[in-house]
């Protein structure tokens, strides 16, 4: 895998896409008998900016039926 490595550019990402496309088709893809992973379905996400003087930016997104909804936190 080349996850986290540098990329040349998106051209590169879409090249090497449509290799693993041709060379696997649209069923699935085997991978190695010692992988494992996590399926994370999130209720809340918060995003944190840091701001001068600890007024930072706060914003809460938290699930809602099949949207989501948005609101401002205090620092």
Do not use: C, N
């Not at 550019?9 to 896409?17: F, G, H, V, Y």
């Not at 494992?36 to 379905?41: A, E, H, I, K, Y």
């Not at 995003?47 to 909804?69: I, Q, S």
């Amino acid at each position: 895998s080349e996850q986290s490595q540098p990329l040349p550019d998106r051209l590169a990402l879409e090249k090497r896409i449509a290799e693993m496309g041709l060379k696997f088709g649209i069923g699935k893809v085997s991978r190695p008998p010692h992988w494992s992973g996590f399926r994370v379905v999130p209720e809340a996400i918060e995003f944190w900016r840091d701001r001068p003087f600890r007024l930072h930016e706060r914003l809460v997104f938290v699930k809602v039926g099949e949207g989501w909804t948005t609101q401002r936190l205090y620092p």
